[in-house]
């Protein structure tokens, strides 16, 4: 099993009531998602780059706002959270 596997199946389900978002982080790129309780008024993302370092492993992405264009970096595992992000547009 790999780190990447591991780390998802630790990731999925955290204390009773709390389930993460599940998702393969070797297909990140295009994928769409919806800021959760942001209370700003841009929520809708698509990552447009995934970038990793020199072994290969995910440092950050790069997520584009759909409306404004606006460009943001983020922590690759912060998409596990389901407090701050859910898979899709909702």
Known sequence: MTAIELCQLELIYVGE?????SFDPEKLRMTKWTAVGSGRRR???VVTDVVM????????CTMEEVGSHHEVSVDWQ??????RWQNGWK
């Open 78 to 83: 912060e998409l596990y959270d389901n407090r």
């Open 53 to 60: 370092d020199e072994a290969g492993a995910i440092e950050f």
């Open 43 to 45: 929520n809708h993302y």
């Open 17 to 21: 009531d709390l389930l993460m978002n």
